[in-house]
């Protein structure tokens, strides 16, 4: 045996107190599966407990936030920024609310609960380390487990067609974007010799960087825009979205339009704004940071306007709802850009946090709407088109209101969530001052006007037309009615009230205290 | 010399079974050439100083995952694949697109051939079985783990997506038919 060899080993850096929020969400994910083989027929305990441990977990986040923590540990493998936490509580709350969601479905259907809850917890936990992830290799595999436990929740209702349908396309159109995704890291390590994202952002700022190596550089970055691209939804990228969202199991399409996508979004603004970013006097990073924000910009101009012409085409609620969600990952691509062009440090956090607040108010909006389509839908999904909701308006006034009050955050209407999140991204993107960003910025506005056509058009059917067939007004369950709650609160909450939050995403408290520290 | 014609000799026998393996029409014969596809690239690893690798190629692909896809091709018992006439148009933008990432592909070669040499350090251990070890235990325990929390729920997602269908579903499949013939009277 080679003793030198020993003699040259890393020590492993392992840090548990810093992933306690990720493992205590995988750990609960292994609780429900032991408690579901010991008591097969159960439904709601395996619910209990995932809510339990998510709330856990974001107990223990909330008292990392300004805490004494590391900027980067496990050999620079974790980095804890606000990034990392305001995105990490996008996800639990996702999360949290999918349980309560799915709780009607999984009694009609008859769904494995145990299986479904614990997937949910390892797809939560992936989409945790993909936004705390400073290594490519975090980020691939956080988001392989995401994928992975998406792709069986996608298929989860068996008998039904549409949702294997759903599940397949998923999969196969998934699986091709993650090796897209992998190339293109594997591209970057070639180039700098590196899958660390500080050191890769240190290699470039490098004066001394070999100039041909941008050929390398360049190709993996459009890699890599393929692979979050397409789990973001963005256009010529979406193609997949209406199919999977229309024929996936409607809390799963709660989850999947808000949990992957705000994942997907941690990784890229970590990937791209903080380990390709733009160096003052260095070639090679200028040509990076010049193609990939021209690029992004141009895709996020067409995704808004596929996005929102598309939507009023749709006749399904889920299928409007997936087009919605295209022209909102557009929405929040204008933060990142905005991110991307930030000339000072101060203004790019600003844009980050801009992007994880407007996840946020999306994730909230959405999920109330996804619980009233669930809750209306009855078994099977069968009842998701504009026809099934005419002239309830008055027939189930609380859902109705709740829902019309969605549709209008969602299109943006002052004094809701969706209004706020919309000005902060605009603005930050604005700051740049950059012709082709403020172009962007006006197609986003311009989009946004279109998308009044399909939100209102819901408030219509649901108010102003003749029911021609019975209508059964659903029991709103415990668990319903306090997602609809915690959704009308959000909205107006974040509409009203959302600057202590948006400070607290956008200062950077975690990395001050460990300058100080040191 | 020798190093670079084992390289052209293998590359040219992959590149040979990756063009067998899209030509032919009948599943199995793909299946193998892809085998050969995987043999040839495992030998390039060889040459490139990292055996573990291509231990690893062989035993996992070849072996393994390659032996599942022979299996399902033979239990499904595939036609020949009858080319599609409706997409016909998608094989002009298809051929367009490939020519595109050919030209990108090229155009990384020929910026690496003229990149400065890197000098490889003769006494590296990189690729070595033990090397690869010791990463994953010290510096790459975390993805590791990771890892090991993604494949427990691979196995729980497939065998919950390849279990017998329950009674009520089985129930929704039958009424769902129902309903799907009535529309089409």
Redesign the interface.
């Known amino acids: 045996m080679n003793m030198f060899l020993f003699a040259e080993l890393t020590v492993p850096d392992p840090n548990v107190s810093v992933i306690l929020p990720e493992m205590i969400v995988a750990v609960a994910g292994v609780i429900v599966m032991l408690y579901d083989s010991f008591f097969p027929k159960q439904r709601a305990v395996s619910g209990a407990i995932a809510i339990i441990g998510l709330a856990l977990s974001a107990v223990v986040l909330a008292t990392m936030w300004g805490g004494n923590v590391p900027a980067t540990s496990w050999n620079g493998m974790i980095a804890h920024d606000n990034l990392r936490l305001s995105f990490s509580f996008v996800f639990l709350f996702v999360s949290a609310m999918t349980v309560l969601i799915s709780t009607v479905w999984v009694e009609r259907e008859n769904v494995p609960a145990g299986e479904y809850h614990a997937l949910l917890l390892f797809a939560t936990f992936g989409m945790m380390m993909m936004s705390a992830g400073n290594d490519l290799v975090i980020i691939f595999l956080g988001l392989e487990t995401l994928s992975i436990a998406t792709y069986v929740m996608a298929g989860l209702r068996r008998a039904d067609l549409k949702s294997n349908e759903s599940a397949m396309k998923y999969f196969i159109l998934g699986s091709f974007a993650s090796a897209f995704l992998l190339y293109g890291m594997a591209l970057i390590y070639g180039a700098t010799g590196s899958t660390n994202l500080t050191e890769i952002a240190g290699k470039i700022a490098a004066p001394n960087f070999p100039v041909n190596f941008p050929a390398l550089l360049l190709a993996g970055g459009a890699m890599m825009v393929i692979g979050f691209g397409f789990k973001i939804a963005m256009a010529p990228f979406h193609i997949w979205t209406p199919d999977v969202y229309e024929g996936a199991p409607t809390p799963v399409t709660a989850f999947m339009a808000a949990g992957p996508k705000a994942a997907a979004f941690a990784s890229f603004l970590r990937v791209f704004v903080l380990g390709l970013p733009l160096v003052a006097g260095v070639q090679a990073s200028g040509y990076l940071h010049e193609s990939w924000t021209t690029a992004l910009a141009v895709m996020a101009m067409v995704t808004i306007i596929v996005g929102n012409v598309a939507a009023i085409m749709q006749d399904n609620v889920k299928r409007m709802l997936a087009y919605s969600s295209i022209a909102h990952a557009g929405y929040a691509l204008v933060g990142f850009i905005g991110a991307g062009m930030a000339k000072t440090d101060q203004a790019r956090d600003e844009a980050i946090a801009s992007v994880a607040f407007y996840m946020l108010t999306y994730a909230v909006t959405n999920m109330g709407a996804f619980a009233i389509v669930t809750l209306l839908s009855q078994k099977n999904d069968r009842r998701t088109q504009f026809e099934d909701y005419n002239g309830i308006g008055f027939k189930s006034p609380l859902l109705a209101f709740s829902l019309s009050l969605f549709m209008l955050s969602l299109f943006g209407l002052p004094l809701t969530a969706g209004f706020m999140g919309k000005i902060l991204v605009f603005s930050s993107a604005l700051g740049s001052g950059n012709l082709l960003v403020t172009a962007l910025v006006v197609v986003a506005v311009i989009g946004s006007a279109i998308s009044a056509y399909y939100y209102l058009r819901m408030i219509v059917v649901m108010f102003f037309r003749e029911r021609t067939t019975e209508w059964i007004a659903p029991k709103i369950t415990t668990a319903i009615g306090a997602v609809l709650v915690i959704a009308v609160i959000g909205v107006f909450y974040l509409g009203l009230f959302s600057d202590g939050l948006i400070q607290r995403f956008s200062r950077p408290g975690a990395a001050v205290i460990t300058k100080a520290e040191k | 010399m020798v190093g670079t014609a084992l390289f052209f000799l293998f590359a040219g026998f992959a590149i040979m079974c990756a063009i067998s393996m899209v030509y032919h029409k009948n599943p199995l014969y793909s299946a193998i050439s892809l085998v050969g596809v995987f043999i040839s690239l495992s030998c390039i690893y060889v040459t490139l100083a990292a055996p573990f690798i291509a231990a690893v190629q062989i035993l996992i692909y070849a072996g393994a995952i390659m032996v599942l896809v022979v299996f399902v091709i033979m239990l499904l018992n595939l036609d020949d694949d009858r080319p599609l006439n409706r997409l016909r148009y998608l094989y002009a933008i298809g051929g367009g697109l490939g020519v595109v990432l050919l030209a ?1 592909t090229l ?2 070669f ?3 051939l ?3 040499n890197q000098p490889v350090d003769p006494n590296t ?1 990189a690729g070595k079985t ?2 690869i070890g ?2 994953m ?7 590791v783990e ?2 090991g ?2 494949l ?3 196995i ?6 390849a ?1 017998r ?2 009674q ?3 129930e ?2 039958v ?2 038919e129902e ?1 799907l013939r009535g529309e089409d009277d």
């Open positions: 990108q155009f990384v020929y910026a690496v003229r990149a400065p251990s033990l090397t010791q990463a235990y010290t510096e790459y325990l975390l993805p990771i890892v929390v993604l427990m729920m691979a729980i997602g497939s065998v919950m997506l279990r269908l329950s009520p579903q089985l929704l499949v009424e769902r309903e």
